[in-house]
């Protein structure tokens, strides 16, 4: 089993094993949500009976506050590992107040089909809705800001990130989600139809599991990219051509490109590149590194007409020659069956 896969699925009996009976514990019930009490008594946050058993089911709204001997708590975390499993649950509608979202909190709820969060919440802690597998979308609200790694792994049907207009912490671009300052590259959906993607101009650094997962058979990452966090291509199997702009190897290690897609793939470079990239950690995996320049590569790319059209990467003819491209943006072009960059 791949090692990003057990690490999800163990942590939380890991911590079972470590804790022991503990952490079964949750201190009252209300209707169908079970709680536990804060250091201080004065807030509650959702947590679960037994740990892995998927508690909830159907729909589930958690209030803004709850009932607990006879006085009003208000409800202020979804803690770590609270709907874990939850196979059952189809929809939950989040309250006002809530302002972070634990480890792993929806981890596996594989037929949760939506999620509603309010404007309060601020974090998204590690893996919280990893294998989500049937939510199409997700809308970021206006006071998340902090983003945690693995949080949207194996969302499959994940089509796209809406945001809400007063959030100043991320942004959406073609369906994706960024920075607000587009230096970082957080999450592709991998549901999004679609097979090829291109890296905004200034992005720095692909944050890990970024491409996790993805159906893309063709990835342009830009030239001011300078990072790739671990994990950023894990099980992005259909993967075929990277494109890197990049004249310095952006750092990575080992563990950001599945071996069968370092083994097949093409990845091409400028000419004066490819050896840093052949020697380089991470890159230096992929058996096949192409130079290419303004007048295409050696070797073969993803169409083979040769009629001197012009191509986008995803097949359509956007010019009838090569003379003719001054209108279009700057990006990944074919030609006679050859990949050529427009600056």
């Known amino acids: 089993m791949n090692s990003v896969i057990l690490k999800s699925l163990c942590a939380a009996f890991i911590m079972l094993s470590a804790f022991g009976p503990a952490a079964l514990a949750y201190d009252f019930k209300v209707g169908s949500i079970y709680y536990g009490l804060s250091n201080d008594r004065k807030s509650a946050y959702v947590t679960y009976a037994n740990l892995g058993q998927g508690d909830y089911s159907g729909y589930v709204r958690v209030p803004y506050e709850v009932n607990w001997q006879m006085q009003s708590i208000p409800v202020k975390k979804i803690g770590d590992f609270a709907f874990i499993n939850s ?3 189809d929809s939950v509608h989040i309250a006002e107040g809530v302002t972070s979202i634990g480890q792993q909190a929806f981890s596996h709820c594989y037929f949760m089909q ?14 919280a809705f990893e294998y989500c597998e049937d939510m199409t979308s997700f809308r970021i609200p206006a006071s998340l800001s902090q983003i945690n790694e693995g949080v949207f792994y194996d969302c499959k049907s994940l089509r796209g990130f809406t945001i809400d207009e007063s959030n100043t912490f991320f942004m959406v671009a073609d369906d994706a989600l960024y920075t607000a300052d587009m230096k970082e590259f957080v999450q592709y959906p991998c549901g999004k139809p679609g097979s090829s993607f291109t890296v905004a101009d200034g992005t720095t650094t692909l944050r890990p599991y970024s491409f996790s997962c993805c159906r893309l058979e063709w990835a342009v990452l830009p030239e001011s990219l300078t990072a790739v966090g671990d994990y950023a291509f894990i099980e992005a199997t259909a993967l075929r051509h990277i494109v890197c702009l990049a004249d310095t190897p952006p750092a990575c290690s080992e563990e950001v490109f599945e071996p069968t897609v370092a083994s097949t793939a093409t990845l091409y470079v400028k000419p004066e590149a490819v050896q840093a990239y052949r020697d380089a950690t991470g890159w230096g995996s992929f058996a096949k590194i192409v130079a290419f320049d303004a007048d295409g590569v050696e070797g073969i790319g993803a169409d083979e007409r040769t009629d001197g059209a012009v191509y986008s990467i995803s097949g359509m003819k956007v010019a009838n020659s090569k003379e003719n491209i001054e209108n279009l943006p700057a990006g990944i072009y074919f030609t006679e069956g050859k990949p050529f960059i427009k600056k």
């Open 87 to 89: 196979q059952r649950v």
């Open 114 to 127: 939506s999620v509603s969060l309010p404007s309060t919440v601020r974090s998204l802690l590690d893996y």
